[in-house]
């Protein structure tokens, strides 16, 4: 019975990281993005829009707050010195820009929630969303602190593709209907792909063989993907510099100058994102 | 001590299997009593099936709905009586997601000396003359959220699979597609549904991950 499970085990469930994880990990996708670098231009999402089958909902379901952007660039005004002046709707320097994407928790919030088991957490460390099995409760998106979770309040399937733009569909991932929670998967049609192809060739998966469309489509490379359990990968190698580690609420830095942090991280989510905060010249 | 997080996911998953597996029983035991006719089909499909290792095909029949072809394609000519290959045609099967229809070049190969004068030959011709593909027609067709590939399943049970021979890979083909040598239009006769690829996936230890075949 899932739901005798999820009752009885539920105060280990969020804690089962910090005893050694839940899984044996085949891969552990992470992604690095460095905020220094990101210039708030918006290609990721466009692109994510394209890769993954996004429907585009219009201006009135945007304000509603039913938009499906997997990925969005949060933008802050958090520059005091540069207040706007009074004509100026905001202000025309300081803008600091956030991607945010499905964070990918090792201890996600929405998991447990799911009362079908619809979103549960893969061996390649992912956290997967079944969308055929998905009966859309929402839970899992109410439980979400990043807000990341988006739901078909719509059938978009009619209307937000119409001839000959439904040419351009992904068919490597499905088109999802009404009713259905959604969310980024970090590119997993790609991910799958890239595993057939190192297992034809009788290799292993390399470092950069992934690429997320995101990070693909990142003028300034902000964005860098690959498997934490690939010791010379890139992403890894990044992690250790800025001192970041996976299955801590908190880190304790030796250099706290270092810019690697992860968001939320003390709600013990435990994301594979990692974040290199941005600096500013004073 | 480490908290097994699949345990749920997998157990229901199971419960759902199983609930398919009674719903094909009894979808099979009336299909059974239905007819001779039907029941007969059963056992032909399932004689048709490989005596190899490891390869436990899944149970399963399904009436599947006559699938109108611009041209009746007789595959009991080709593969039965000629006994050529599946792959010679299906070129694709091995080496990517989707099996393919040939090119109607291929087609004309033999067909622009092998009996040409007959009707469906000549209709054949018609198209190639015209530069037009014969608009055929998706028989096994997988819903939208379904990843599968052909070249995995190729790789696992004819390619890899000790005491299989290539020249055998029809009874692999027939895992799924039922009897293709006893058709004329290929038809339907395996349900395809989730618990369909289930039985097979666990009597031959294949991925139980959702997302190796959910997409």
Redo the contacts between chains.
């Keep these: ?2 739901l005798q ?2 009752l009885n ?1 539920w105060d ?2 969020r ?2 990281h910090e ?5 044996v990990y085949e891969h552990m996708w992470s992604m690095v993005i460095d905020l220094n670098k990101c210039i708030g231009c918006g290609a990721c999402s466009v692109a994510c829009y394209a890769e993954n089958n996004l429907a585009v909902v219009g201006k009135d379901r945007f304000e509603k707050g039913q938009a499906m952007h997997w990925l969005r660039i949060e933008r802050y005004w958090d520059e005091p010195n540069l207040k706007p002046t009074a004509s100026d709707e905001f202000q025309q320097h300081g803008a600091s820009f956030l991607p945010m994407m499905c964070q990918q928790c090792n201890a996600a919030t929405c ?1 447990p929630v799911c009362p ?2 619809a979103t ?5 460390g ?1 956290n ?1 969303q ?4 998905c009966i859309g409760s929402r839970y899992c998106s109410n439980n979400c602190p990043y807000r990341l979770r988006y739901f078909n309040f719509y059938s978009f399937y009619e209307t937000s593709w119409p001839e000959p733009l439904n040419l351009q569909l992904n068919p ?4 999802r209907d009404k009713g259905v929670m959604e969310k980024c998967t970090f590119c ?2 790609r991910i ?1 792909t890239a595993k ?1 192809t190192a297992r ?1 060739e009788g290799r292993k998966v390399r470092d950069g063989d992934v690429q997320t469309a995101c990070q693909q489509s990142c003028p300034t490379t902000a964005i860098v993907f690959g498997d934490m359990l690939d010791p010379e990968s890139r992403v890894t190698k990044l992690w250790k510099a800025h001192e970041v580690e996976l299955g801590k609420t908190a880190q304790h830095k030796q250099h706290p100058e270092k810019r690697g942090y992860r968001i939320f991280e003390g709600l013990n989510t435990d994301p594979c994102v990692m974040y290199l905060e941005r600096v500013r010249e004073v | 001590m480490p908290v097994n997080r699949c345990t749920w996911t997998s157990r229901s998953l199971l419960d759902a299997f199983r609930g398919s597996i009674v719903t094909q029983i009894a979808r099979v035991g009336k299909v059974l009593v239905t007819g001779i006719f039907v029941a007969s089909t059963v056992i032909g499909a399932n004689a048709a099936v490989a005596d190899v290792p490891n390869a436990n095909p899944p149970k399963g029949t399904h009436k599947g709905e006559d699938v109108p072809q611009p041209i009746e394609f007789p595959h009991d000519i080709h593969a039965k009586i000629n006994e050529i290959n599946c792959m010679y045609c299906h070129t694709y099967a091995r080496r990517s997601k989707v099996a393919g229809i040939p090119p109607t070049s291929k087609c004309m190969g033999c067909h622009s000396v092998i009996a040409t004068d007959r009707d469906r030959i000549k209709k054949l011709t018609e198209y190639w003359e015209k530069k037009e593909p014969p608009p055929w027609k998706k028989v096994h067709d997988m819903p939208d959220y379904v990843h599968f590939t052909h070249e995995k399943h190729l790789q696992r049970f004819v390619f890899n699979n000790e005491g299989m021979d290539v020249t055998r890979v029809s009874e692999v083909c027939a895992f799924c597609h039922g009897d293709v040598k006893e058709m004329t239009v290929a038809k339907k006769t395996k349900p395809l549904n989730m618990g369909f690829c289930r039985r097979c996936h666990e009597a031959n230890n294949g991925p139980s991950d959702c997302w190796h075949c959910h997409k």
Excluded: C, F, W
Aim: proline fraction near 3%; charged fraction near 25%; hydrophobic fraction near 30%.
């Design positions: 019975m899932s499970n999820i085990n280990k469930y804690k089962g005893a050694g994880g839940h899984h998991e079908v088991a549960y957490h893969t061996p390649d992912l997967a079944v969308y055929n099995r490597d991932l499905s088109v997993v049609q799958r057939d034809r």
